[in-house]
């Protein structure tokens, strides 16, 4: 089985012809972007088996779904946002063809899903977040236990043998972890959803739990276990 760590929110960058769309200023927008972002989780794995994101979330959300039922719409944190993590309005137009930063991902994702079941037969996609260890005022789930590690599966995970397997090295290396608490499912190659060749696992970690260099580097020693 092949691994795929698939990183959406590690940059803070926004491409400097899209600035002007934002109503806040530069600096403003760095500590926004900072603060919703999965800092260092592009370093906590070998990049030549990670797909990652290279803008930030605030530009281009890759996580969202591109159809009216994604339920960040409602708040205006779609693919496109519209506000930051306290709600506070950022922009009011998005340029509509930063969907095909989105599209490119997403062709991406698919691709190397394609490439990797044809060589290995089957592919475990780890999608890789981090949370902060106080809830946000974005999220819609703000009453849930908010462990050093999250597990999140879609309603169609089958393989209970690897998800014990995951639980296990989480156990081993001494974290605390729950399922789809605070933040559930795991995004899967749009091509892939139903493809039983394809595990989907996220995993989210608290921010604090790796803040120091002994946490950043079990955390990443796990990571490199699964």
């Known amino acids: 089985m092949k691994k795929i760590y698939h990183i959406p929110h590690s940059s803070t960058y926004i491409p400097e012809k899209y600035l002007s769309e934002y109503n806040v200023s530069k600096e403003e927008l760095?500590?926004?972007?900072?603060?919703?972002?999965?800092?260092?989780?592009?370093?906590?794995?070998?990049?030549?088996?990670?797909i990652i994101f290279p803008?930030?979330?605030?530009?281009?959300?890759?996580?969202?779904?591109?159809?009216?039922?994604?339920?960040?719409?409602?708040?205006?944190?779609?693919?496109?946002?519209?506000?930051?993590h306290n709600l506070d309005l950022i922009r009011e137009e998005p340029s509509l063809e930063i969907i095909d930063f989105y599209n490119?991902?997403?062709?991406?994702?698919?691709?190397?899903?394609?490439?990797?079941?044809?060589?290995?037969?089957?592919?475990?996609?780890?999608?890789?977040?981090?949370?902060?260890?106080?809830?946000?005022?974005?999220e819609l789930n703000k009453d849930s236990e908010r462990p050093e590690i999250c597990i999140g599966i879609n309603?169609?995970?089958?393989n209970i043998k690897l998800l014990?397997?995951?639980?296990?090295?989480?156990?081993d290396f001494g974290f605390t972890y729950s399922?789809?608490?605070?933040?559930?499912?795991c995004l899967v190659p749009s091509d892939y959803i139903d493809d039983s060749r394809v595990y989907g696992i996220m995993i989210e970690i608290?921010?604090?739990?790796?803040?120091?260099?002994?946490g950043f580097n079990r955390i990443k020693s796990l990571l490199n276990s699964l």
Do not use: W
């Open 30 to 50: 760095e500590t926004f972007s900072t603060i919703l972002s999965d800092i260092k989780t592009n370093e906590m794995v070998d990049e030549k088996d990670a």
């Open 55 to 84: 803008y930030s979330r605030l530009f281009c959300d890759v996580e969202r779904f591109n159809y009216d039922k994604e339920e960040m719409n409602k708040i205006g944190m779609g693919i496109l946002y519209k506000v930051n």
């Open 104 to 138: 490119e991902h997403h062709t991406k994702l698919n691709n190397i899903t394609k490439l990797y079941l044809e060589k290995y037969g089957e592919v475990l996609f780890i999608d890789l977040h981090s949370y902060s260890k106080n809830t946000l005022p974005y």
């Open 155 to 158: 309603d169609n995970f089958q």
């Open 164 to 171: 014990n397997d995951i639980i296990n090295k989480i156990r």
């Open 179 to 185: 399922i789809n608490s605070p933040f559930s499912g």
């Open 206 to 214: 608290r921010k604090d739990t790796y803040e120091n260099e002994d």
